[in-house]
């Protein structure tokens, strides 16, 4: 009986991932094709073949749609984090849980790039995403204070690994993606990893 329970709910889940994952594609699609102030919620529902307050279900509006995806790489970053050996020094940790995403999923794909210079184009797009990752960088703070970093540098230690994500991410988007993103952010974290070795 348990077994049946659980697989019901890990198929409910896996349902609710792929709608959600629906949503953001419509969402991108839309705003990659039109533009963003031209996409609205009934495009996006129409597109992904599902009903407005199935949307609303998932998410708030149309740019907590657009940023569906980040939010899951943010979760992946933190899970690997947290299984990262309770021993290695905090600053190791997040640079090896920042590679074995790469390692995983490899640079990033077409739709990921088109995304991020989307964002970068909409204040409304940047403002959710800067305050998505404010609430990452408290996330990722407390991780590293649970292995041992006294709270200022824990969230000293967030803080630089938040901008390293940021200026590796965009010094690579101006090189127009020559090179490896992976590579750049690893510098990023390596140069600031200095002041915390």
Do not use: C
């Not at 073949?49 to 657009?66: G, H, I, M, P, Q």
């Not at 933190?78 to 940790?93: D, G, K, M, S, T």
């Not at 990452?136 to 690994?161: H, K, N, S, T």
Request: proline share 3%; net charge negative.
């Amino acid at each position: 009986m348990e077994t049946a329970t659980a697989e019901a709910q890990t198929l409910r889940e896996r349902k609710k991932a792929a709608t959600a994952d629906a949503l953001h594609r419509a969402a991108m699609e839309l705003a990659i094709e039109r533009g963003l102030t031209e996409v609205t919620v009934e495009a996006i529902v129409e597109a992904a073949e599902v009903s407005r307050r199935t949307f609303s279900n998932y998410f708030a509006n149309k740019e907590d749609a657009l940023l569906h995806g980040e939010r899951d790489r943010l979760n992946q970053f933190l899970l690997a984090l947290r299984r990262r050996p309770a021993v290695e020094p905090a600053w190791q940790a997040v640079r090896a849980s920042t590679r074995s995403l790469f390692d995983e999923g490899g640079d990033p794909d077409p739709e990921w790039v088109a995304q991020s210079r989307l964002i970068r184009r909409h204040p409304s797009l940047v403002g959710q995403q800067f305050a998505r990752h404010a609430s990452f960088e408290e996330d990722v703070a407390d991780e590293l204070a649970r292995r041992g970093a006294d709270r200022m540098r824990a969230r000293l230690m967030a803080a630089a690994f938040t901008a390293s994500l940021r200026v590796g991410t965009d010094v690579w988007l101006e090189r127009r993606g020559e090179g490896s993103l992976s590579d750049e952010i690893d510098q990023m974290l390596a140069t600031m990893g200095e002041r915390f070795d």
